[in-house]
């Protein structure tokens, strides 16, 4: 049996291609916020402003809607303004640690992982602001 010698490469390169893409890992930083918190401040917006993107104190926001031990889901605001939420297990893990800071305040952390659509499957987080 004779295989195609000239498809045998371009398989070849296909396949690494799609496995390292499906394996890229990336780190983010930024602020934990509330998701749910922040997502309601982000829609509070007038609907007769036709300039939304002016109006917005996205610090205010990421201040009134910091984590406290009750925060279930949460979201990571990057200083661009940019946010990303968290994948479940990334959520259990922020919690922990929101709970042992033990205070109601804003925390900057460093999170690596992944994006899974429109979340971050988190595989490391660490807390910046120490």
Same mark, same amino acid.
């Given at each position: 049996?004779? =295989? ?5 490469? /371009?398989?070849l390169? !296909? %396949?690494?291609?799609? %496995?390292?893409?499906? #394996? ?7 602020? $934990? ?13 007038? *609907? #007769?402003? &036709?300039? &939304? ?8 926001? /990421?201040?009134?809607? %910091?984590?406290? !031990?009750? #925060?279930?889901?949460?979201? $990571? ?14 959520? !259990? ?12 305040? *804003?925390?900057?952390? &460093? /999170? =690596?992982?992944?994006t899974?659509?429109?979340a971050?499957?988190?595989?490391? /987080? %660490?807390?910046?602001?120490?």
């Amino acid at each position: 049996m004779r =295989t195609n010698v000239t498809a045998l490469p /371009i398989r070849l390169a !296909a %396949s690494l291609c799609l %496995s390292s893409a499906l #394996t890229f890992g990336a780190s983010w930083s930024g602020t $934990l916020v509330d998701s749910q918190c922040f997502d309601a401040e982000e829609r509070n917006v007038n *609907p #007769t402003d &036709t300039l &939304t993107h002016v109006d917005l104190d996205q610090n205010s926001e /990421i201040c009134y809607c %910091s984590p406290s !031990a009750k #925060t279930k889901s949460f979201a $990571l605001v990057q200083s661009d303004g940019v946010s990303f939420k968290l994948d479940t297990a990334g959520n !259990a893990e922020v919690a922990e640690l929101v709970r042992q800071t033990a205070k109601k305040s *804003p925390l900057a952390v &460093t /999170i =690596t992982g992944e994006t899974n659509k429109s979340a971050i499957k988190v595989d490391t /987080i %660490s807390n910046s602001s120490r």
